[in-house]
């Protein structure tokens, strides 16, 4: 069964072929992603592998983590699944889209109607 790694700390101008050749030497590689920005399309520095099997992914842990690819040091780990990563923190939330404290009656803060 395939095991997919990633592989983070990569440098910009690395190529999903350049990245295929190199884990190769740890066995057989069943594909080899590069994550792109969709705005600037350029490289945002990891990606991942797929090995075709567990005993091969172990490999390419113990041969590339911390080694050098296209001159940096990259990270090597098991991917994890999507489902247990979080999206927490960051951003803002933008409430009414209208602006400002409005409550659930659409008015400001305290205000009623009377007190226009």
């Given at each position: 069964m395939a095991k997919k790694l990633f592989v983070?700390?990569?440098?910009?101008?690395?190529?999903?072929?350049?990245?295929?050749?190199?884990?190769?030497?740890?066995?057989?590689?069943?594909?080899?992603?590069?994550?792109?920005?969709k705005t600037s399309n350029?490289?945002?520095?990891?990606?991942?592998?797929?090995?075709?099997?567990?005993?091969?992914?172990?490999e390419a842990i113990k041969m590339f983590n911390g080694k050098e690819i296209d001159g940096r040091s990259v990270t090597v780990s098991e991917?994890?699944?999507?489902?247990?990563?979080s999206?927490?923190?960051?951003?803002?939330r933008r409430g009414d889209k209208r602006g400002g404290n409005r409550d659930r009656r659409g008015g400001f803060g305290n205000r009623n109607r009377n007190d226009w």
């Open positions: 983070g700390g990569l440098s910009y101008d690395t190529t999903e072929d350049a990245l295929k050749d190199n884990f190769s030497k740890a066995g057989t590689v069943e594909s080899a992603t590069i994550i792109v920005d350029r490289s945002k520095g990891f990606g991942f592998v797929e090995m075709s099997s567990e005993e091969e992914a172990q991917a994890r699944p999507l489902e247990e990563r999206r927490a923190g960051g951003g803002f």
